[in-house]
């Protein structure tokens, strides 16, 4: 249905931007564009109003999102939420700030296959990014379904929208000239009139590997400001600068020792190691922790060279819902895996529970001067949870029942199927196969292994495998180059084997960017191919189907056990507010509560706990559900798992 009452009022507040020759203008009057990104994803909506506040108040004029096209996508030409961007750029217009939209197809962002869609990724793999006529027509109709939501918002229209970007740093990734001409064709042909422009790190290989001629090129980086808009300029002349991404903070990696990617200069400019986040989130997140007087000095200096600048982040937020993608390590990204933590706080001056840290003030202080005015007052800081409040497990099912009961059909191949064949986005697959016999116990290797397997030989828990190039510290997978990677260990035959394979989060930077999940290389027996495999996938999704779930029959609650677990946690009155969630002795899984899905926990680390917006409570009883995926190792001495609880 048509917004025409919307339509209407913006069509009042008409206003004309423009890339000049040295700056922005708008309305005939040179502009400098103070962003902050801000993921409308990544908040929960109930706050957007609260944390755009808080960009006005540190002295932003305008916000940039991204736009993830999987999560709106997630089977073909099934849309899914998109409307959730307009009601964004509308809270951005009424809270008085001009805004930039990077619709993809391809973000980064460290979210899930880099918003690329796991339908598409899965059988173009490379084509992917390039003029390839399957990949174009399938970004041809993500452009139009996006097109309603940002087309009658920009400024020309009465809207906040002043810019939006043509793919993203795609000089880090290709060189299809071809490609990006197209994409910028595309977007034109679907209404947008707005000036374009791309993003690219301030290299000469990226920027002309990036850059589309006639469009403005913007550059992204975490210091040497001057440096980096001297590049630019060897490449463009002429035509206002920007900082697209001004790193001021930096993400982390599950497991304390994998911080840092490699990724340009970002992991000198944030700074390596860990420790606690400046003004707290979920607890224990530690990434890279940048200096808030560093990026302060960082900051001032693009202002000092005239440009504009866009934070990344402002407000990092949470990659909710699975939906945390994973980087490969090394100077070229194709080395181990590292998947990023479900906190996406970032360092950022705006924490992930949208409190104000030391680099908020400080960067306060930096663009007050450059401001139209007077900066705003803060917002109110929003209510927090009024007191802890344990949860009561009601119930328990195995995985078993869970993947019969909620996953999808179960096929029947000779090598194992993908992720992406069985139409996994984020979940697990539940291989089994047999290994004739009779015959001697040789290894059994699974090769090509996308992430992690918990296993069974004849019912009996075996290792947990890895990644064959990543070593998280509780596996036995190996860092790249170990002989044991995916090596479960002899097993005589006849035996019935399983393998729950589950997907860490799928490349978002680099060349191994679409790399499919699951199975990859078969298994082998000493040196025969084990085939006949029958695989049945559990997307995440499936368990926020309540009449499935209510259908499942559940037991009495096991409390860290593999499987699916059922409870509530009571929430007093006058107590709602935002919360961390706490699973102490729980291993592995993902977390609902209220049926709002809060992401991924893992006892790995760093992160201990889950940020819970206060939107996805009330008070009284609170709907719980875990899927803890691994559950205790065999054998350990290691606490038993307790009662999840709530904590302010």
Known sequence: MADTAGDAERAAGRRRFVVGEREFELDGRPVRLLSGALHYFRVHEGHWDHRLAMLRAMGLNCVETYVPWNLHEPRPGEFRGLAALGRFLDAAHRAGLLAIVRPGPYICAEWENGGLP????????????????????????WLAAVAPQVVPRQCDRGGPVVMVQVENEYGSYGSDAVYLAWLADRLRA?????????????????????????LTATVNFGSGAREAFATLRRHRPDGPLMCMEFWCGWFSH??????????????????????????????GSEGGIRDAE???????????????????????????????????????????????????????????????????WRFREVLAPYAAGPLPEL??????????????????????????GLGGPEVWSGVPPTFEE????????????????????????????????????DGAPGPVLCDEAYGGPDTAGAVAGRDDAGLLGPVAGPAEVELWVESLGRVNYGPRLGEPKGITGGVLHERQYLHGVRARGLRLD???????????????????????????????????????????????????????????????????????????????????????????????????????????
């Open 294 to 360: 560093d990026a302060a000095a960082a900051l001032a200096e693009i202002l000092e060279c005239g440009a504009s600048v866009n934070l990344y982040m402002a407000h990092g937020g949470t990659s909710f819902g699975g939906w945390a993608g994973a980087n490969r390590g090394g100077a070229l990204q194709d080395g181990a895996l590292l998947p990023a933590v479900t906190s996406y706080d970032y360092d950022a001056p705006v924490d992930e529970r949208g409190r104000p840290t030391a680099k908020f």
């Open 422 to 457: 069985l139409d996994v986005d984020r979940g697990v697959v539940r291989y089994r196969l047999s290994v004739p016999g009779p015959r001697g116990p040789y290894d059994l290797r699974v090769l090509g292994l996308r992430d992690r397997a918990v296993t069974f030989v």
């Open 379 to 404: 917002p109110a800081p929003l209510p927090v949870l009024g007191g802890a409040a344990e949860a009561r497990l009601t119930g328990w099912v195995s995985m078993d029942a869970v993947v019969d």
């Open 118 to 141: 796991h339908w598409l990724t899965g059988p173009l793999g490379q084509r992917v990014r390039t003029r390839d006529a399957r990949y174009l027509r399938a970004v041809d109709g």
């Open 542 to 648: 499936a368990v926020e189907d309540a009449g499935a779930v209510a259908g499942l029959a559940f037991g009495a609650p096991r409390a860290g056990a593999r499987g699916l677990h059922r409870g509530s946690v009571v929430v007093p009155a006058s107590g709602v507010g935002d919360a961390l969630l706490e699973l102490p002795g729980w291993t592995r899984g993902f977390v609902w509560v209220g049926g709002f899905p809060l992401g991924r926990y893992w006892s790995a680390g760093p992160q201990r706990s889950l940020y819970v917006p206060g939107p996805c409570l009330r008070e009284g009883a609170n709907e719980l559900l875990i899927l803890e995926l691994e559950g205790a190792a065999p054998g350990t001495d290691g606490p038993p798992a307790e009662a999840p609880r709530l904590i302010p």
């Open 190 to 214: 679907w209404g947008v009139t707005v000036p374009l422009f791309t993003s690219d790190g301030p290299e000469d290989h990226m920027l002309t590997g990036g850059s589309v001629p006639g």
């Open 254 to 283: 599950w497991d304390p020792g994998a911080v840092g990617t490699g990724r340009d200069d970002a992991a000198a400019n944030a700074g390596e190691g860990t420790g606690e986040g400046e003004g707290g989130s979920a607890e």
